[in-house]
């Protein structure tokens, strides 16, 4: 560990960063670094008091006589970019974040983009898929943190033998034999179910401009290679062992398999024990020909907030750069078993010894990096799953896939209206988060919804554009869903100002 540190260090301490000429943006003229600044720091609850010994190791150890008193707040990464994007003034200095806030992020103007220097090191040493998520265009506009946000197989080998791992024929023989199920969430989840997909080399790629508003994608799901992933997909749709759920807690409730990752990995092992079986995506196959499932692979990511004090900018990118460098990334795996995204972390023995990371690893060269992807697509893509199910031929999966392309095609060719609109979503009304019911306007600011009959237990949200990129919840924009407390007819309520959703009961 003392030598992964002192190369980090000197890692760090090579690289000079450059001051702030505006918010967002690093420039290239070096600015003083000495001094004592306050700030804030967002990390995962578990990852506090690791983060607060590491900031301390770089108050001592850093040579520009700088010196951190940070207040390190537990903010999980799901929750970070939510919170920086609705007040970027109160957020966190530094702060940890899941990919798929990216976009916004950027479009917020919550982070602050690399110098030369620090984005250069930063590819040089890192993952290359992970370096893609932080980029737009040209530029970098975060550090990687871990490289361990995909997907694999646990398995029960009591069930399973090993001589069928690589077959998804086999494996739902497997657990229809044993009465037992396979979990697999291809009903409730695109990120899953595009595994098929990317198995026969379809791709769907989004495009932003310098500002990361989307502005065209690259889609082949509806083609002759789609319609042999849906051909796969089906077999399993099909069979009655199939349930769509990505929860290693499933192996409690009588399945044999659960496609998962390592955030499940205790879990799992906790309930299988030495049954416990880890292993990359199976292959299927369609007209006598083999297709190794791919997955999403994705990272968490750290941000800087800009800042108006030059010196406090080149500071703070300091200690980004190092909480981010191989040594701090080891840490992390060593006490929470985070997957570096570091590539001398990633050839450790240490890593490459841990079942998880080692079944993530494997499934690497099937996996695709999770760019950028456009906040409406979720919902798009995952009735897929629904779609195919209910296909009776070949026709109806041609269907499904022409179904998925016409929502695809629609977002580039909405009005200026149809982006201003405001309409409900949620599992309502016979729906399951795939349908926009829409809202007409009251007054200045206020919207309602039609009268709708709901249900206890119900949730809800509103959103702009049929996007997520603007949506507002119990606890307003971007809060949680809304939960229905009582059957009844009921309007929903928009007011804009208020930033408040409410349900109002119909008269």
């Not at 200095?93 to 983009?113: E, G, H, M």
């Not at 893609?132 to 694999?152: C, Q, R």
């Not at 004090?309 to 460098?325: E, I, N, V």
């Not at 809800?460 to 059957?487: F, H, P």
Request: net charge negative.
């Amino acid at each position: 560990m003392k030598k992964f540190l002192a190369i980090a260090l000197a890692l760090v301490m090579a690289v000079g960063l450059v001051a702030c000429t505006k918010p967002g943006e690093q420039g290239n003229t070096p600015a003083p670094q000495g001094g004592t600044y306050d700030i804030t720091v967002w990390v995962a609850d578990k990852a506090v008091e690791l983060t607060k010994t590491q900031i301390d190791k770089f108050n001592e150890t850093n040579t520009d006589g700088i010196k951190f008193n940070a207040t390190i707040q537990p903010v999980s990464e799901a929750d970070a970019g939510t919170n920086m994007i609705t007040d970027v003034e109160a957020g966190g200095d530094i702060y940890c974040f899941a990919q798929d806030q990216f976009a916004r992020l950027v479009q917020a103007s919550a982070l602050s983009k690399l110098g030369v220097q620090a984005a250069q090191t930063v590819r040089d040493a890192n993952d290359a898929s992970v370096v893609a998520a932080a980029t737009v265009g040209d530029e970098l506009w975060a550090y990687p943190l871990t490289s361990d946000n995909g997907y694999f197989m646990y398995y029960d080998k009591s069930v399973i033998p090993e001589t069928d791992i690589d077959s998804l024929e086999a494996l739902i023989k497997d657990c229809e034999d044993n009465q037992k199920y396979f979990s697999f969430e291809l009903q409730t989840s695109a990120w899953y179910l595009a595994s098929f997909f990317f198995a026969t080399g379809c791709k769907s790629e989004w495009t932003t401009d310098k500002d990361g508003a989307y502005t065209d994608v690259t889609d082949t799901f509806d083609s002759p290679e789609g319609l042999i992933a849906v051909k796969g997909m089906k077999k399993l749709l099909d069979s009655e062992c199939h349930v769509s759920s990505s929860k290693g807690s499933d192996f409690d409730s009588g399945s044999a398999i659960v496609v998962t990752g390592t955030w499940d990995y205790e879990t799992v092992k906790g309930i299988l024990g030495d049954n416990m079986g880890v292993a990359d995506l199976p292959s299927f196959e369609v007209d006598g020909q083999s297709y190794h499932l791919g997955s999403y692979n994705g990272c968490k990511l750290l941000g800087v907030k800009p800042q108006t004090d030059a010196a406090k900018s080149a500071a703070l990118h300091k200690l980004a750069q190092y909480l981010t460098a191989e040594a701090c990334q080891m840490e992390r795996f060593n006490e929470l078993s985070w997957g570096p995204s570091n590539k001398n972390a990633q050839a450790s023995e240490a890593v490459q010894a841990n079942p998880g990371l080692a079944a993530l690893l494997a499934q690497a060269p099937y996996s695709i990096p999770q760019g950028q992807i456009h906040g409406s697509w979720w919902d798009i893509a995952k009735v897929i799953g629904d779609d195919v199910k209910a296909a009776t031929d070949e026709a109806g999966l041609q269907a499904a896939l022409d179904n998925y392309k016409a929502k695809i095609d629609g977002l580039f060719n909405m009005s200026e209206e149809a982006k201003e609109a405001w309409s409900v979503i949620g599992s309502i009304c016979g729906s399951n988060w795939d349908k926009d019911f829409p809202m007409t306007r009251v007054s200045e600011g206020v919207y309602e919804s039609e009268a709708m009959e709901l249900h206890a237990d119900e949730e809800l949200k509103v959103r702009q554009g049929a996007s997520w990129d603007v949506n507002y919840g119990v606890n307003g924009l971007n809060g949680d869903n809304l939960k229905v407390e009582a059957d009844g007819t009921y309007k929903v309520h928009l007011d804009i100002a208020a930033e408040t959703i409410t349900l109002v009961p119909a008269e």
